[in-house]
């Protein structure tokens, strides 16, 4: 029942989020693009999904499925990337590269869906309370990366050979690199929808009350292409090189820690014993 439970509390958070993106879009009106509607739905957003993030933990906990060695550990990951992302501040990189998803990738691989998607969501919330970005971007922000370390978790239910002895296999590093590759784009086109619709932009590529949603998602792949893509590219290109240089070493150190403390959160990762290989 707990994991039922906690299972409806990620996809209420989900769904939050998708309903917050997409509202203007989907009622069609001119009053829910107004350039204000944002600013006065980001701080109710970002405390229900914080809110909900919090309540998921709790259940998850409650069930046994995580342990207070793992939510510190959750801790310390989501400590690590956030001072990344500062780090990123400090040394600007190209475009929109940064070094925060990869280990949001990683460790959602490894512990698996849920607790990919809570460091994705607390990541987002953490650096941005320690870069100064907290802004009407915020909350959209959070669940596009909650549903990195998500789909990344989502990657274990292959079962390749390497998910459960710690080492990363070519197809597990094809299949990771990709992961950060579609979401150095995909992270980008998210966070544009919050305001896309009432962005100033030529016609051709600017939301109106009332068109269809082929001519919806025709202007909106114009404005991407024309304002975001090049931009998310850097991201995508910094993903995968990041990947690449830490999947291996990253994943070892993580599986280790899974197998000490049997993290099994998730349908996504099997419980295993303490002596099997740590």
Not at 124 to 136: D, E, F, K, R, W
Not at 148 to 177: D, H, N
Request: glycine letters at 12%; hydrophobic letters at 55%; one cysteine or more.
């Amino acid at each position: 029942m707990r994991r039922i439970v906690g299972g409806a509390i990620y996809a209420l958070s989900t769904l939050l989020g998708v309903l917050a993106l997409l509202y203007p879009l989907i009622i069609r009106s001119p009053w829910a693009a107004a350039q204000g509607a944002r600013a006065q739905d980001a701080p109710l957003v970002t405390a229900a999904l914080v809110g909900l993030s919090l309540l998921a933990l709790l259940v998850e906990m409650q069930g046994e499925a995580i342990g207070a060695k793992t939510v510190a550990m959750l801790g310390v990951l989501v400590a690590i990337a956030s001072v990344l992302r500062f780090l990123d501040l400090l040394v600007p990189l190209p475009g929109g590269f940064s070094p925060v998803f990869a280990p949001i990738i990683l460790a959602g691989y490894v512990f698996g869906a849920r607790f990919g998607f809570l460091m994705g969501v607390f990541t987002l919330l953490a650096s941005a309370l320690i870069t100064g970005g907290v802004g009407p971007w915020l909350p959209y922000q959070m669940l596009a990366s909650g549903w990195v370390g998500m789909t990344a978790g989502w990657l274990r239910v292959l079962g390749l050979p390497g998910a459960r002895e710690g080492r990363v296999t070519l197809p597990e590093m094809g299949l990771l690199t990709a992961c950060g590759l579609v979401w150095g784009l995909l992270f980008g086109a998210i966070t544009n929808l919050y305001f896309w619709p009432y962005a100033s932009v030529p016609a051709a590529q600017s939301w109106e009350a009332g068109i269809d949603l082929r001519e919806v998602l025709v202007r909106f792949g114009a404005f991407y292409a024309a304002t975001s893509f090049p931009w998310d590219l850097a991201r995508a290109a910094g993903n995968v090189a990041l990947v690449l240089l830490l999947g291996a070493p990253m994943v070892r150190a993580l599986t280790r820690f899974r197998r000490r403390f049997h993290f099994r959160m998730g349908p996504a990762v099997r419980p295993e014993g303490v002596g099997d290989g740590a």
